[in-house]
């Protein structure tokens, strides 16, 4: 039985517990009698629309799986999904090209719920050169990207604890979102072989105290980064919703020196007509 066919108190249930919630710590919180919450997710009450919605609110279901439970409750649905082609989607499209080019000479790129690029400034490109070409073609996943042998893995000065990173990361979006793409993703990177090499921890520096960093081995020297996740605020619509930008910031003056070097090295981009 697919999640779009389940009972609708079955879903309600599931993203309860996902929560770590008992049903008193629900009701409270959706200003509800813990008897009437307990009828929805039986089945003996059937929830309005606007409760559904409420109770989705409280327990942050993600926009997709909102549409999945107003269709198993018998509403349509209330969040669009528009393709980044769409043209009602351009403002976005500009506003997310516009913060990854700013961001130049540093590296950023855009990313979906599953962690595929669709967007990235140049200075990505920097740090990609001599990539597997099957790595970089498209769809690509940041995450196979970053720890695939043929990737950036051998590459990654602190692969171990960037690996642990990232693997976090992961297992905090499934227990959001409970998305079955991501455990397999999980599962796909804790088959990676690791490449020879130190395993143990280098001494942390100042700024590691903070933020975990990306080391970088280059032809210019190790490069070192900590990152930032920007997510759109109050999104309406699911893929906008699903959209986060990763930006990189240089950990130390060196990496900052070498990052615009490297920059300048690239051919100018194409300009835009009009």
Known sequence: ???????????????????????????????ISTKHLSFLETGRAAPSREMLLHLADRLAVPL???????????????????????PEFQRAREC???????????PAFAMDRHW?????????????????PLLLTAPVNMIRLSLHPAGLAPRIV???????????????????????????LVEEVRDYPLPP?????????DHEIVA???RLATVHGVLSFFGTTTVFGTPMDITL??????????????????????????????????
Not at 64 to 80: C, H, I, K, V
Not at 96 to 106: Q, T
Request: some cysteine; charged content about 25%.
């Open 116 to 132: 595929t690029m669709v967007s990235s400034n140049r200075a990505v490109a920097c740090l990609t050169a001599g990539i597997d």
């Open 158 to 184: 602190n692969l171990l604890e960037w690996r642990n990173h990232l693997i976090a990361r992961l297992q905090q979006q499934i227990e959001v979102t409970g998305d079955p793409v991501l455990v397999d």
């Open 1 to 31: 039985m697919t999640s779009a066919t389940r009972p609708i108190g079955d879903l309600i249930r599931e993203w309860r517990i996902r929560r770590r919630l008992s049903q008193l710590d629900l009701a409270c919180d959706a200003e």
């Open 212 to 214: 975990v960093p990306f």
């Open 197 to 205: 090499g130190p395993a143990g921890r280098q001494q942390p520096r």
């Open 241 to 274: 919703s699903e959209l986060a930008i990763e930006s990189f910031f240089p950990a130390d003056r060196a990496t900052g020196a070498t990052v615009r070097r490297m920059l300048d090295d690239l051919p100018a981009p194409p300009a835009k007509a009009g």
């Open 64 to 86: 997709r799986d909102r549409n999945t439970m107003l269709e198993a409750a018998g509403f349509p649905s209330s969040y669009q999904e528009r393709s980044l082609g769409d």
């Open 96 to 106: 997310i090209d516009h913060i990854l080019s700013v961001h130049e000479p540093n």
